[in-house]
């Protein structure tokens, strides 16, 4: 199964999601940035199973504004997390972190930006909230909610 690839393949991060403190983003972030680098096996196992995704259609099939998404596997399947897609060239709608947010960027056209973030990872505290945006170009984003906790804004 395509999804449980991707589960798979960010098994270490989401392990490493339960002793992170997203209370302390910037540091969460340096840890990640440390620990798992967009550089070598790990990002060229993502970026093979993103493009593979995109390519076969199982990868944000769904489109609204300037994005596709999907869900990847809800929290019991991802080691508590609920682990999305979202490949974004614009602005998202706008969402709470309860619980905090983890975000791996991979930069799949011209030189992306993510909320100010370069390709990487970003992280969100608890409590924090933003309308998501990709500028100068297209990022696939995954996202891990700790418990799947968000708050969607209400229209």
């Not at 392990?15 to 302390?24: A, E, F, M, P, V």
């Not at 799949?108 to 992280?123: D, I, Q, R």
């Given at each position: 199964?395509?999804?449980?690839?991707?589960?798979q393949?960010?098994?270490?991060?989401l392990?490493?999601?339960?002793?992170l403190?997203?209370?302390?983003?910037?540091?969460a972030?340096?840890?990640?940035?440390?620990?798992?680098?967009?550089t070598?096996?790990?990002?060229?196992s993502l970026k093979?199973?993103?493009?593979?995704?995109?390519?076969?259609?199982w990868?944000?099939?769904?489109?609204?504004g300037?994005?596709?998404?999907?869900?990847v596997?809800?929290?019991?399947?991802?080691?508590?997390?609920?682990?999305?897609?979202?490949?974004?060239?614009?602005?998202?709608?706008?969402?709470?972190h309860t619980?905090?947010?983890?975000?791996?960027l991979?930069?799949?056209?011209?030189n992306?930006?993510?909320?100010?973030f370069?390709?990487?990872?970003?992280?969100?505290?608890?409590?924090?909230q933003?309308?998501?945006?990709?500028?100068?170009?297209?990022?696939?984003?995954?996202y891990?909610?700790?418990?799947?906790?968000?708050e969607?804004?209400?229209?």
């Amino acid at each position: 199964m395509p999804n449980q690839d991707i589960v798979q393949a960010l098994a270490p991060v989401l392990q490493r999601i339960k002793t992170l403190d997203l209370t302390h983003a910037s540091a969460a972030r340096e840890t990640l940035n440390l620990e798992f680098p967009l550089t070598g096996e790990f990002a060229a196992s993502l970026k093979a199973l993103t493009d593979a995704g995109l390519q076969q259609g199982w990868l944000c099939g769904k489109e609204a504004g300037p994005s596709r998404f999907s869900r990847v596997a809800k929290p019991e399947a991802a080691h508590g997390c609920s682990l999305d897609a979202v490949l974004l060239w614009g602005d998202g709608p706008w969402h709470r972190h309860t619980k905090g947010e983890v975000n791996c960027l991979i930069a799949l056209e011209g030189n992306p930006t993510f909320c100010g973030f370069a390709p990487g990872w970003a992280v969100f505290e608890p409590g924090s909230q933003h309308v998501p945006s990709v500028k100068d170009g297209k990022m696939m984003i995954f996202y891990m909610l700790p418990e799947g906790a968000v708050e969607w804004k209400k229209t």
